[in-house]
Nanobody, 119 residues
Framework: QVQLVEAGGGLVQAGGSLSVSCAGSGSIFRPNTMGWYRQAPGKQRELVATITTGGSTNYADSVKGRFTISRDNAKNTVFLQMNSLKPEDTAVYYC?????????????WGQGTQVAVSS
């Protein structure tokens, strides 16, 4: 089993910045991909950004140029720096880790942390 614990988030005015982090523990397999997804009220969960063990990143078009994902492999921790926040970034942000062992894909989620951006 893998446990993911998020920290950070909160309330900020539009144009401001916030950061969130997520620390993984347990039976973590490498290589793996860690990332952030978000879910706004009444909407489906959507990709924000992902990063592989090797450092390859992927961003949703809506956050490109504003959000930066990074990770510390030694600590199994992923970070998301969010700048120039907009009200539409308001959502619960979920940490994700996934990896593949022979014959099976593993996918884990954190509990989520609220990010609220006021206009």
């Amino acid at each position: 089993q893998v446990q993911l614990v998020e920290a950070g988030g909160g309330l900020v005015q539009a144009g401001g910045s916030l950061s969130v982090s997520c620390a993984g523990s347990g039976s973590i397999f490498r290589p793996n991909t860690m990332g952030w997804y978000r879910q706004a009220p009444g909407k489906q969960r959507e990709l924000v950004a992902t990063i592989t063990t090797g450092g390859s990143t992927n961003y949703a078009d809506s956050v490109k140029g504003r959000f930066t994902i990074s990770r510390d492999n030694a600590k199994n921790t992923v970070f998301l720096q969010m700048n120039s926040l907009k009200p539409e970034d308001t959502a619960v942000y979920y940490c994700n880790m996934r990896f593949v062992k022979p014959g099976r894909q593993y996918n884990y989620w954190g509990q989520g942390t609220q990010v609220a951006v006021s206009s």
